[in-house]
């Protein structure tokens, strides 16, 4: 008698698993059908405008840390499936108020709205399909797709200014601590014998925005208690500041001691990727240092 009830509840199961996934498909290719407009001109965003081109990374790491945690979610009936049906129409009806226009934002604010509308709709079906068990699980990659959304233009240009005078006075500072003669007015560092603009360009946002990314990552995979994620995460944009002023500092120092040339080499305006790299090292050794504290928390713990 147990051999066939045993049987069916395997089934049982299977049957469950292959409508929660019939389901899920469903829901997510609706998705893309209905939101196609709006992710192709996300995609053309991300490759055209340094602000975005992060973006173009957010899916794939979304889904390489869902794989990583799948055996962590639970096996269970859905639950809360009524909070994804609600998340399911708001997002419904935020695409279609921005589908019909009568809106007076602008295309951009009304391509950001429409994005967040996709990722709610992401979320709830994820709640309606295999319920709140596996989206606590799986919080941080779901979460991690709002980052899919486009900032509007005045929201990059307020970002950009900030980081243009933060990056300007982190210069200023770096040339003082080298005993360089230096004043600035604004966006301006005059030095002997060059002045030197912090444009738009020298703001670095894109790695800036790349460094922030990474440290969310190496966050949640490296440390488990919110108070030190926190810090880390916040650490992320003084660091962001940091390494564009070194950017600065270094190819003015090179250009002014050395050759010319380096004021607009390579070094200028492909060094991107170098100093993003040595924001990378600093927020790692913050990790290795607030990770010790895990450890000893947890081992404490333990006992």
Not at 96 to 123: C, E, K, Q, R, Y
Not at 172 to 197: C, H, K, N, Q
Not at 281 to 289: D, F, P, R
């Amino acid at each position: 008698m147990t051999r066939p009830v045993v049987a069916e509840s395997a089934n049982t199961l299977a049957t469950h698993a292959l409508a929660k996934y019939f389901k899920l498909s469903i829901l997510i290719a609706g998705s893309i059908a209905l939101w196609w407009q709006q992710l192709s001109t996300t995609l053309r965003l991300a490759f055209s405008s340094d602000a975005h081109t992060h973006i173009l990374l957010v899916v794939p790491l979304s889904v390489a840390l869902i794989y990583l945690e799948r055996k962590r979610i639970p096996f269970m009936a859905p639950q809360m499936g009524w909070l994804g049906w609600i998340l399911l129409s708001a997002a419904f009806l935020l695409r279609a108020f921005t589908a019909l226009g009568t809106s007076s934002a602008s295309p951009d604010a009304a391509l950001s709205l429409s994005m967040f509308a996709l990722v709610l709709w992401w979320i709830g079906t994820v709640l309606v399909c295999c319920g709140l068990g596996t989206f606590r699980t799986l919080v941080f990659p779901m979460c991690f797709l709002f980052l899919m959304v486009p900032a509007p233009r005045g929201v990059v240009n307020w970002i950009t200014q900030t980081l243009q005078y933060q990056s300007a006075f982190a210069t200023e500072l770096l040339f003082r601590i080298a005993r360089v003669p230096v004043t600035r007015d604004g966006l301006i560092l005059s030095i002997p014998g060059l002045d030197i603009e912090v444009a738009s360009q020298c703001s670095s946002i894109r790695s800036s925005t790349m460094l922030i990314v990474i440290t969310l990552l190496l966050a949640h995979l490296f440390l488990h208690s919110k108070w030190r994620k926190v810090p880390l995460v916040a650490a992320s944009i003084p660091f962001a500041v940091a390494k564009n002023a070194m950017r600065i500092f270094t190819i003015v120092e090179l250009g002014t001691r050395v050759d010319p040339a380096y004021l607009d080499g390579k070094l200028h305006h492909s060094g991107g990727i170098l100093f993003l790299a040595i924001g990378v090292i600093m927020v790692v050794i913050l990790v290795w240092i607030l990770r010790r504290g895990d450890v000893r928390e947890s081992e404490s713990q333990a006992q």
